[in-house]
C-alpha cells in the first residue's frame, strides 16, 4: 500500500486526534501528507501544556537567540523552535492562553505570537497610554519613557525608564481570547485595559478603587477578571464602552497570589498561593543557593449557588482528583486526567509570575513545581532541571 496516496479527508481524520507535536512529524513524512497538514490547522487532540524554557545566556548564535525551547511534561522532551524577529530571546512574556504568547519586546512594545506557527500580530503601541511618553532620537527611535503618576488635578514628575525596562513595572499580565482581542492589567495600580482586533489604541477600562490581579476568557464567551479580594467581574467588550456584571463576591483579602480557573464544565475555581523565603535544606529546588521565593502552600475554592446565593467554598484535599491545574503568568489551565493521563490529578503545576526586575529575571532561580494537594506537598515539576534564568518559564498550549 502506497500511504502517500490515502485520501485527503482520511488525513484530516488522522490529523484531528494528533496532539500538536505529532501533527508537525506528520508533515515530515511525504509531501502529500505535508500537504494536508497545511491545510487541516486545527485544533489539536487534548494536551499537557507545555514550558516555554529559560535561554542560555551565554549563547551568540543568532540562531540560537531566535529559537524558543518547550519542554513537554507529557514525553519529557525538549523541543527547539525557529520565531520570527525580534529575536525571542530579547522578550518578556507577560501572557499566554489559546496557544498564543503575549511578549514585550526591548522597546517594551508588546506582540502576539503563536510559537509552533510563527504567526505574529503586533499590538497597540504603549505610547497610547495617556501616561506614558516616548522620547526619541532624531532618527525616531525610543530613548527613554516617561511614565506619569498624577491624575488631571493633581502633577507628580514622571518616572524615567529606559525602553527595556519600563515592561517589567508597567506589563502585570495579559489574557487572549479565541478572536484574538487582550485583556491586560497592567501598572500602575493593576488597572484593565483592552484592545479588539484592528484596534489602533488601547482602551482602559475605569474600575476606581480595584485591584486586579487575574484574568481568564471563559467558556461563556466572555473575560472574567479577578480583583485582589476575590470578587469576579465578567466583561462584555462588544458594544462602543466595555460594561460589567459581578459574577463571584469577595473571599477576603490575603497576603498571596490569587488565580481565577476554570473547570471544563464551566465552573470557577480561585487559586491562592503562598510564597516564602527559602530556607535552607529546600532539596528539591535545582539551585537553592539562588532561590529567592518558593511555594509552600496552595487552597482552591470553587464558586458553588446556596441557600444565600453565590459564594465560594473550599475544595476538600481529594476534591480534583480528575483534574491538574496550571498556574503562572500563562492564563490558568484546568486540564483533564483522563485526556492527558500523564499529568498527576489533584495537583498544581506552577511557574513563577512574581515581581519582576531586570535584576531579579537574570540572577534567581524561578519559582517552578507541582504542588500535591492531596499531601500538601512540594515536587519538582517533571523532573527538568532549569539551568538557566531568563525568561522566566511560562506555560504554552500549542496549538496550529
Known amino acids: 500500500m502506497d500511504w502517500s496516496e490515502l485520501p485527503p479527508d482520511l488525513l484530516g481524520s488522522i490529523l484531528e486526534r494528533l496532539p500538536v507535536a505529532d501533527h508537525l512529524r506528520f508533515g515530515l ?25 529559560p535561554f542560555n545566556p551565554n549563547t551568540t548564535s543568532p540562531s540560537a537567540k531566535s529559537s524558543a525551547q518547550f519542554y513537554s511534561l507529557s514525553e519529557r522532551k525538549v523541543y527547539r523552535i525557529p520565531l520570527p524577529d525580534p529575536p525571542v530571546s530579547d522578550r518578556l512574556c507577560i501572557g499566554s492562553s489559546h496557544g498564543w504568547l503575549i511578549a514585550a519586546d526591548e522597546t517594551s512594545e508588546l506582540h502576539l ?7 505574529q500580530l503586533p499590538l497597540p503601541s504603549i505610547t497610547t497610554f495617556p501616561f506614558v511618553e516616548a522620547l526619541r532620537d532624531r532618527k ?6 516617561n511614565l506619569y503618576f498624577g491624575g488631571d488635578d493633581d502633577y507628580f514628575a514622571p518616572e524615567t525608564f529606559a525602553p527595556d525596562q519600563l515592561r517589567y513595572f508597567f506589563y502585570e499580565k495579559a489574557v487572549v481570547s479565541s478572536d484574538h482581542t487582550v485583556m491586560l492589567i497592567h501598572n500602575p495600580l493593576f488597572k484593565l485595559a483592552f484592545a479588539r482586533p484592528g484596534d489602533e489604541e488601547w482602551t482602559m477600562v475605569d474600575t476606581p478603587s480595584s485591584y486586579w490581579v487575574d484574568a481568564v476568557f471563559s467558556s461563556s464567551g466572555r473575560f472574567c477578571t479577578l480583583e485582589s479580594t476575590g ?5 462584555d467588550l462588544h458594544g462602543p464602552l466595555p460594561t460589567s456584571a459581578i459574577v463571584a463576591p469577595s473571599l477576603g483579602y490575603s497576603d498571596c497570589s490569587k488565580y481565577l480557573v476554570e473547570l471544563p464544565a464551566g465552573q470557577l475555581l ?16 535545582p539551585r537553592p543557593l539562588h532561590v529567592e521565593h518558593t511555594t509552600t502552600r496552595v487552597e482552591v475554592f ?23 491545574l496550571f498556574l503562572g503568568k500563562s492564563g490558568s489551565l484546568c486540564v483533564s486526567t483522563r485526556e492527558c493521563p500523564e499529568l498527576k490529578g489533584n495537583c498544581v503545576y506552577f511557574t513563577d509570575d512574581g515581581t519582576w526586575s531586570f535584576e531579579r529575571c537574570h540572577n534567581v532561580v524561578p519559582d517552578v513545581g507541582m504542588f500535591d494537594l492531596s499531601d500538601g506537598r512540594l515536587k519538582p515539576c ?15 498550549t500549542p496549538t496550529m
Do not use: H
Open 270 to 285: 480561585q487559586v491562592r498561593r503562598w510564597r516564602d523565603p527559602v530556607r535552607l535544606g529546600c532539596s528539591w529546588e
Open 302 to 324: 470553587e464558586l458553588r449557588l446556596g441557600r444565600n446565593g453565590w459564594a465560594w467554598i473550599r475544595v476538600q484535599k481529594e476534591g480534583l482528583t480528575e483534574f491538574a
Open 140 to 145: 525616531g527611535r525610543v530613548t527613554s519613557y
Open 231 to 235: 470578587r469576579v467581574e465578567g466583561w
Open 113 to 119: 505570537l503563536n510559537p509552533i506557527t510563527g504567526a
Open 382 to 396: 517533571g523532573g527538568y532541571d532549569f539551568q538557566w534564568f531568563w525568561p522566566p518559564p511560562i506555560w504554552v
Open 29 to 53: 513524512v511525504c509531501s502529500s501528507w505535508r500537504s494536508a497538514a497545511k491545510s487541516n490547522l486545527i485544533a489539536p487532540a487534548a494536551q499537557s501544556p507545555w514550558l516555554m524554557l
